[in-house]
């Protein structure tokens, strides 16, 4: 399993990014239970951001409620996060992660991509 994460950059606040994140799940019957995004700040705990699953179901942390939006392509096996009204607050990196499996799933990550929102 890998996961791509990229999109990152720098914004001024009131800006806009869109992340993407690309899974590849090789020689594999495992499905894509969920995807999403989680974020962590310098000297702060990972925390979520926004998930969303194989059937289309978003939850999103109250933070980023009105202003991010999760969605997905299940035939490309990837992730969007559409962040707009970005806000200094924002700013962290963003991990993409997935969970796969059968019966049992399991999470897997993605590498960082990095989000900087300048007031």
């Known amino acids: 399993v890998q996961l791509q994460a990229s999109g990152g950059g720098v914004v001024q606040a009131g800006g806009s990014l869109r992340l993407s994140c690309v899974c590849w799940v090789s020689g594999s019957i495992s499905v894509i239970r969920t995807m999403g995004w989680y974020r962590q700040a310098p000297g702060k705990e990972r925390t979520l951001v926004a998930t969303i699953t194989s059937s289309g179901s978003p939850n999103y942390a109250d933070s980023v409620k009105g202003r991010f939006t999760i969605s997905s392509d299940n035939a490309k096996n990837t992730a969007y996060l559409q962040m707009n009204s970005l806000k200094p607050e924002d700013t962290a990196v963003y991990y993409c992660?997935?969970?796969?499996?059968?019966?049992?799933?399991?999470?897997?990550w993605g590498q960082g991509t990095l989000v900087t929102v300048s007031s």
């Open positions: 992660n997935a969970q796969i499996g059968r019966v049992v799933f399991t999470p897997y």
